[in-house]
């Protein structure tokens, strides 16, 4: 099958875990193409799609948002994933990150739409990225600037790509 992968990234973070994604639905026997939402022209050659965001302040990235709003109508032809990245830090104790992390208007939506899942990945920060991001990493310890599971984000993508297979 020929999937899309496509992300919002700011800082290059969502940027990175969609490609890893596209890699392991390429690993598992799928073509899999891996752009800017805000540069994908038509999902008319695609079989299935994943969405990826960054999220900030509750908030999908402004291309996330618009790919939805652009593709709704083939997003609910199609099957389609969801992705969220951007907790870092010491989470704090019984907090649930997919709690305050996913939008709530854009997982209604999603749903609406019948996404096949969605989750949560952690972020990564870095003082270079400047801004507000920046004065966070400096105050964040180093071992939870980088919060991705490359591992969990692994098996994810499997899980996509034998449903995929399974089609």
């Given amino acids: 099958m020929k999937v899309l992968v496509a992300y919002a990234s700011k800082h290059g973070s969502t940027e990175?875990?969609?490609?890893?994604?596209?890699?392991?639905?390429?690993?598992?026997?799928?073509?899999?193409?891996?752009?800017?939402?805000?540069?994908?022209?038509?999902?008319?050659r695609y079989d299935a799609v994943v969405l990826g965001s960054a999220v900030y302040m509750r908030r999908w990235r402004r291309e996330a948002r618009r790919f939805l709003r652009r593709f709704?109508?083939?997003l609910a032809?199609?099957?389609f994933w969801v992705f969220n990245s951007g907790?870092?830090?010491?989470?704090e104790e019984g907090e649930e990150e997919s709690a305050w992390l996913e939008p709530p208007g854009v997982v209604k939506r999603i749903e609406a739409l019948g996404v096949r899942d969605h989750v949560?990945?952690?972020?990564?920060?870095?003082?270079?990225a400047g801004g507000m991001?920046?004065?966070?990493a400096e105050g964040t310890p180093s071992e939870f600037q980088d919060r991705r599971d490359f591992a969990e984000i692994s098996a994810w993508t499997a899980r996509i790509a034998n449903e995929l297979e399974t089609r």
């Fill in 16 to 44: 990175e875990i969609a490609e890893a994604i596209a890699g392991g639905l390429r690993g598992g026997g799928h073509e899999a193409d891996c752009l800017d939402a805000g540069s994908v022209p038509s999902l008319d």
């Fill in 72 to 74: 709704s109508d083939e």
């Fill in 77 to 79: 032809k199609l099957p």
């Fill in 87 to 91: 907790p870092v830090g010491e989470p």
């Fill in 120 to 128: 949560v990945f952690g972020g990564k920060v870095s003082e270079e």
């Fill in 133 to 136: 991001m920046g004065r966070i």
